[in-house]
C-alpha cells in the first residue's frame, strides 16, 4: 500500500523565493497533517484539516505560510516568501480521527 | 509547563541494558497516548500505543498514569537496532490535536 507521499524530497532554494510543498495522503483518511522538525524547536503541528477543513492553524508561523487542502488526495504547504529560518524538515501525515497518524518521507528544505 | 515534556537525553547504554524513557503531559483531558521512533533522517513511526493498564510487546513496556499525567517507555535487553530518537506523543482535546515531545536519543553500544 502507498504510503503518504511527500514532494519535493528536498529543496535548496534562494531567500525570497516562493516554495511549495505537496502531499498525497493515504488513500481513506480523512485527516492530514502539516508538521515542521527543526533540531531546537523539535516536531511541531503547523496545521492540520479534517474532511478537507483546517481545524487547526494556530502552528502556522505567520503570513508567510499557507496551507490548503483542495480534495482529500491533495495538499499543499506553501512559503511566499521563503526565508533562511525556514530551513526544516517539513513532514506530512494522515490518519484517520483519533487514530495512528502516518509519515511521508518529510521535504528537506534549504533556504540559502 | 510544556504541553508534552521528556527527558532529552542523549541516553548512551550497553547492549543488553535496560532503559526507561519518562514524559510528562499538561492537558489532563488527553485522550491517547503513543510511542514514535524516530530513525536519523527518517520519518517518525508508530512503536506502540499506551493503555491505561500498561502494554508490552515483547522487550518494550508503555505504562501510563493518568493521576500524575506521565508516560513511561521501558526497552529491556536493548540492541544496537534499538538506536534512536524516542518520541512522547499525546492526543487531546476537542479537536483531536496530537503534540509530540522534543524527543529522546537512544544509542545502544556494542
Known amino acids: 500500500d502507498a504510503g503518504v507521499i511527500q514532494s519535493p524530497r528536498h529543496e535548496v532554494t534562494e531567500m525570497g523565493q516562493e516554495v511549495t510543498l505537496r502531499c498525497k495522503p493515504i488513500s481513506g483518511h480523512n485527516s492530514l497533517f502539516w508538521y515542521r522538525q527543526t533540531m531546537m524547536r523539535g516536531l511541531e503541528l503547523l496545521i492540520y484539516f479534517n474532511n478537507n477543513v483546517p481545524i487547526d492553524d494556530s502552528g502556522m508561523p505567520e503570513d508567510r505560510f499557507s496551507a490548503k487542502m483542495p480534495n482529500a488526495s491533495f495538499s499543499t504547504l506553501k512559503i511566499q516568501p521563503s526565508e533562511p529560518r525556514d530551513s526544516a524538515v517539513y513532514f506530512c501525515?494522515?490518519?484517520?480521527?483519533?487514530?495512528?497518524?502516518?509519515f511521508g518521507e518529510g521535504s528537506w528544505l534549504t533556504v540559502v | 509547563r510544556k504541553e508534552v515534556e521528556q527527558d532529552p537525553g542523549p541516553f548512551n547504554v550497553p547492549e543488553g541494558a535496560t532503559v526507561a524513557f519518562n514524559c510528562t503531559y499538561s492537558?489532563?483531558?488527553?485522550?491517547?497516548f503513543f510511542w514514535y521512533r524516530q530513525d536519523c533522517r527518517k520519518e517518525p513511526k508508530l512503536l506502540m500505543s499506551?493503555?491505561?493498564s500498561g502494554n508490552e510487546d515483547g522487550r518494550f513496556t508503555a505504562q501510563l498514569n493518568r493521576a500524575s499525567q506521565y508516560i513511561s517507555l521501558l526497552i529491556r535487553d536493548s540492541k544496537l537496532s534499538d538506536s534512536a530518537t524516542y518520541l512522547c506523543?499525546?492526543?487531546?482535546?476537542?479537536?483531536?490535536?496530537?503534540?509530540f515531545g522534543k524527543g529522546t536519543l537512544l544509542t545502544v553500544n556494542p
Open positions: 501525515a494522515s490518519s484517520t480521527l483519533g487514530n495512528t497518524i502516518y
Open positions: 499506551v493503555y491505561s
Open positions: 492537558n489532563s483531558a488527553s485522550q491517547s
Open positions: 506523543v499525546v492526543l487531546g482535546g476537542s479537536n483531536y490535536k496530537l503534540t
